[in-house]
């Protein structure tokens, strides 16, 4: 084509044509410029799909993200729940005047053992999107503005459950004090007998652990077992308020994200 085009022009100088020969200069630039832009739209009909693609994709994963917090939410409200329960019977131990160490340690135990997890949500695709410049390609408003809402939602929740556990572990802390100070020892606390598995100590060890068991806990440290059942009970109910609450966001926004992913998935 190029050696075509050439002939032409030098067929045009030859027969000192220059009339013809600038006509046909400034046509062939025309092409040249029309060759251009046809394939500057096609680049950009090329990018423009490839986004749209990416988009589409991001919609999907940011849902499948969504779909994890929900799972994790209902986890931690089953769980602090039970917590909420046990403190419920712990407190009820310390009002009925039981001063029975074992009783009231087991039942401590399981109220504060494994209720230390927040609520962390899943926010890999979404980093993936700021990090790699990408947000642009979100073209649905509707979706920039509910994740922004999301995330703007649930943190003074996650901050304020944050604060309880701080004050939980404290107060397990501030009694294992107490109870080391008072002489309470109660070997059966690392066995399976509060009904979550943990350490266990060797025979030997546990024979003579129980022997330094004691029975009963004194006036003076009731006060303390009383001070911290009533305030990790009502530590616990207030828990599972707030988890509740990022559980109604977390809902609204895995509606949204499942709407949008359904769209996508029947428009390919």
Same mark, same amino acid.
């Given at each position: ?19 013809? #020969? ?103 695709? #979404? ?44 107060s397990y802390n501030r009694l294992n004090i107490n109870v080391r100070e008072n002489g ?14 943990? #350490? ?51 809902e609204k926004t895995k509606q949204l994200l499942e709407t949008k992913c359904n769209q ?5």
């Amino acid at each position: 084509m190029i050696k075509f085009f050439r002939h032409i022009r030098r067929s045009l100088i030859q027969k000192n044509q220059m009339g013809k #020969y600038f006509k046909y200069a400034i046509g062939e630039i025309i092409l040249v410029v029309i060759g251009i832009l046809i394939a500057l739209q096609i680049n950009n009909w090329n990018e423009g799909r490839k986004n749209k693609s990416t988009e589409n994709e991001y919609y999907c994963r940011l849902h499948l993200d969504i779909v994890q917090d929900y799972i994790q939410i209902d986890n931690l409200i089953d769980k602090i729940s039970k917590r909420q329960k046990y403190a419920n019977q712990f407190l009820r131990l310390i009002l009925q005047k039981n001063y029975d160490a074992q009783t009231l340690n087991l039942q401590y135990i399981k109220t504060i053992r494994g209720s230390v997890a927040n609520f962390k949500p899943n926010k890999t695709t #979404y980093e993936d999107i700021k990090s790699g410049g990408n947000l642009n390609l979100i073209t649905d408003v509707s979706i920039k503005n509910g994740l922004d809402e999301y995330y703007k939602n649930i943190q003074p929740y996650t901050e304020t459950i944050q604060q309880y556990i701080n004050f939980a572990t404290d107060s397990y802390n501030r009694l294992n004090i107490n109870v080391r100070e008072n002489g309470i020892a109660v070997a059966v606390v690392s066995t399976d007998s509060i009904g979550i598995p943990g #350490y266990k100590f060797e025979p030997d060890i546990l024979k003579m652990l129980e022997k330094d068991t004691v029975g009963n806990i004194s006036e003076k440290l009731y006060n303390t077992y009383y001070d911290t059942a009533y305030k990790i009970a009502s530590n616990m109910e207030r828990r599972v308020q707030l988890l509740k609450y990022i559980k109604l966001e977390v809902e609204k926004t895995k509606q949204l994200l499942e709407t949008k992913c359904n769209q996508v998935k029947a428009n390919d």
